[in-house]
């Protein structure tokens, strides 16, 4: 990389407990034991105040999991592939995923994967602590947002959503991409109780969070924690579009 070329400066922005905004420029490497030929960036963990750990990794041409990931009793996790091809092993089942495939393995499935492509790949990667409701189980999902039909976010033409997971009750989280055309933005300022990993796909935006506006732009990676204000603006001549995590169908506890 060598010496920079002026002053050092950044955009990253980090509240502990509250919300985050991590642009690529600033992503270290992390050691990850049983992840090689990677470059593993660990953008939100318990360490900044998430429920959660959501990791971008950069990996080389054959790099990948050495033992399966996520196989821990309770835990549950999630892949995006971004950009690449990219061989999923869920419970010895292989599943190839290309530019917007993603695969979702339950609590203690965990899951292996590897770069199987001619050039690097961009991977999401995730994983959260499931929380259980009576008798009703998650269940293995594979699937590509390029097969997944946009609808109408909130009754407004210009912005879109995606769900990539089932709703049902068995599940106590989702992932969505949520697209703003230049000039779309949400409804309200949103305050809620649910937290969000956020990763931009494409375009720029304007983001509140909390009682600060940011420009965010592809490739930054956003956290928000929970009763955080927040909304967006689209703006500029691309799409604003982002994958995002949720919790959802689960009460608090006490």
Request: charged share 20%.
């Amino acid at each position: 990389m060598g010496y920079p070329k002026d002053l050092l400066s950044t955009r990253a922005v980090v509240k502990p407990g509250l919300w985050a905004v991590i642009p690529k420029e600033g992503l270290v490497n992390n050691v990850v034991p049983n992840i090689k030929d990677c470059k593993v960036s660990i953008v939100a963990s318990p360490k900044m105040g998430a429920s959660f750990v959501q990791y971008i990794i950069d990996a080389q041409v054959g790099g990948g999991t050495t033992s399966p990931f996520a196989k821990e009793e309770k835990i549950e996790s999630f892949i995006y592939v971004v950009n690449g091809s990219v061989e999923v092993v869920i419970e010895n089942e292989k599943h190839l995923l290309s530019d917007g495939g993603y695969a979702f393995a339950p609590e203690g499935m965990g899951m292996s994967f590897k770069n199987i492509g001619s050039e690097a790949a961009k991977i999401l990667l995730y994983k959260q602590v499931y929380i259980k409701y009576e008798d009703l189980e998650a269940k293995v999902v594979v699937g590509n947002v390029n097969d997944i039909e946009y609808r109408i976010y909130d009754d407004m033409a210009n912005v879109f959503i995606k769900d990539l997971l089932p709703t049902d009750l068995g599940f106590d989280m989702n992932m969505h991409i949520l697209c703003f055309e230049p000039g779309g933005c949400h409804p309200f300022v949103e305050t809620h109780v649910q937290e969000h990993g956020a990763y931009i796909l494409s375009g720029e935006g304007m983001y509140l969070m909390d009682n600060t506006w940011m420009g965010i732009k592809k490739e930054d990676f956003m956290w928000f924690g929970p009763y955080v204000p927040q909304c967006a603006y689209g703006v500029g001549t691309e799409n604003f579009a982002y994958i995002y995590s949720k919790d959802c169908n689960r009460d608090v506890t006490l």
